[in-house]
């Protein structure tokens, strides 16, 4: 019990998967916007060269609790994702973590707390812009976010991630996909909702203080990010019977096609007011949200 | 070691992330820079990539005479960008002062005030040529970040 778990949280799909395919998808997001402005386009090890180059910068040192608080965030990120990978469902064989999708979730918010908390403590102005604005845009998305976990859990009965990953009939669980996936953009800061991060308005929001070896950790938890939102889609929706090594393959091919398309779009997409992103969170999605979950409900209890 | 050392190099030199720095740019050198960013150049094949904060970058792009009103500005952003890091001067004004020169609001030649790795003439430069002076000064900035110990061993 205890060694699956270690091999979930290093081996696969934690650390040692999870850091290369977090490289990889920010290669395919990097190559995806190229393709679609008609460049070429970063090289494969391109976010490989980045990260050794960050790591290998000469900051100037800080002191206080403040420079120890922005060394802390960036390091926070990356291990809750990592966990959150150790969570996901992703080989039908022994389950490492058999834990729920609601403390997925507060893994999976970590890495977001931790981008406002830094852009606060870092006392740029535009870091706290940036902060001000992906909080924001956090309570909006999380009210989608959370209805479309409540309702995968209503219509499948459990909150048990690994009840929860595998498809089903009933409409109510591609509703609580889709809602999942709707959110991801938002969560990951990519175009149509990328006002906390626009580099055009203000610079890079939160991280413009950092640099050198955090602003690689804060890369890294960007890529750990891509993976952790589209293996959850991913798992969600393939089967868990077949041979071992073919879901997770399919899982793999599955997150790296949604990192395509969502690259896509964020290409084809200006990016929104901070206004206009709650709209489309609270008028559009939780709209819809709120009548998945309650035809869920009431498809459970009559 | 030394293959993390060679690791270090070789990303340092297919990463390199320009600042922009307008020291009183006729604008010129500053929409040339810019167009290396376009679909046409795709500066991003070489992993070139413009950031909004110093403090993310390795290379300073500056462009223009370096009035009195921005010396200031080039020192604090000078010293703002991470070691090991290389100057682009673009363009002939920072080289020379160019027209401006004799100017008593000019503070110019920008070696003055900073050192200049790679200068790249051209009133404006093409683009292609500020590309080749950034990746020249990639390459300066990989040699340098070697300490010198370390270097001797590997031209030995």
Redesign the interface.
């Known amino acids: 019990m205890i060694l699956s778990g270690l091999i979930h949280l290093f081996l696969f799909p934690g650390l040692i998967f999870a850091i290369p395919a977090g490289w990889f998808f920010m290669w395919g997001e ?1 190559k995806a916007v ?1 393709r679609m ?7 494969l ?2 976010p ?6 960050l790591i ?5 040192h800080r002191h206080g609790i403040e420079a120890d608080l922005l060394r802390l965030y960036p390091t926070v990120s990356v291990v809750s994702l990592l966990g959150a990978m150790a969570l996901l469902p992703v080989s039908p064989l022994g389950y490492g973590f058999s834990g729920d999708v609601v403390l997925l979730f507060a893994l999976l918010e970590m890495p977001s707390i931790c981008f406002i908390l830094a852009g606060f403590t870092s006392g740029s102005l535009y870091g706290e812009i940036g902060a001000i604005r992906e909080a924001v845009l956090g309570v909006a998305n999380n009210l989608v976010f959370l209805l479309a976990i409540v309702t995968l859990a209503v219509t499948r009965g459990t909150f048990r991630l690994n009840d929860l990953a595998q498809p089903s009939w009933n409409p109510g669980h591609w509703i609580g996909v889709l809602g999942i996936f709707l959110c991801i953009p938002a969560k990951l800061r990519l175009n149509p909702f990328s006002t906390s991060s626009a ?1 055009q308005e203000i ?2 929001g939160p ?6 070896a955090a ?1 690689a950790m804060w890369k890294l938890a960007h890529g750990l990010e891509w993976v952790a939102l589209t293996g959850l889609v991913s798992t969600l929706i393939l089967p868990a019977q077949g041979l071992w090594w073919l879901r997770p393959l399919l899982v793999f091919a599955l997150s790296f096609v949604q990192v395509m398309v969502l690259s896509t779009v964020a290409a084809a997409t200006a990016r929104f007011t901070l206004q206009r992103s709650i709209r489309f969170y609270w008028q559009w999605a939780a709209v819809l949200a709120v009548l998945a979950v309650s035809s869920a409900l009431y498809m459970r209890f009559h | 070691m030394k293959f993390l050392q060679r690791l270090l190099h070789k990303s340092r030199r297919k990463s390199p992330w320009i600042f922009h720095l307008n020291t009183g740019s006729c604008n010129g050198c500053d929409i040339e820079l810019v167009t290396c960013l376009s679909p046409r150049f795709d500066v991003e094949q070489i992993g070139i990539h413009l950031e909004g904060s110093p403090r993310h970058a390795d290379i300073l792009c500056v462009t223009g005479p370096v009035t009195r009103n921005t010396l200031e500005a080039i020192k604090t952003v000078y010293a703002q960008v991470c070691e090991p890091k290389a100057v682009v001067a673009c363009g002939s004004c920072p080289a020379s002062c160019n027209v401006f020169a004799g100017s008593p609001v000019i503070e110019g030649p920008l070696s003055k005030h900073i050192p200049v790795d790679v200068y790249v003439p051209g009133c404006p430069p093409h683009p292609d040529a500020i590309i080749a002076g950034i990746a020249q000064a990639a390459q300066i900035l990989a040699d340098r970040g070697i300490p010198k110990t370390a270097k001797g061993e590997e031209q030995s």
């Open positions: 990097h190229a402005q008609r460049r070429i386009g970063p090289p090890l391109q490989f060269y980045d990260f050794v180059k290998g910068k000469r900051t100037p580099e610079y890079s991280l413009t203080e950092y640099g050198g602003l």
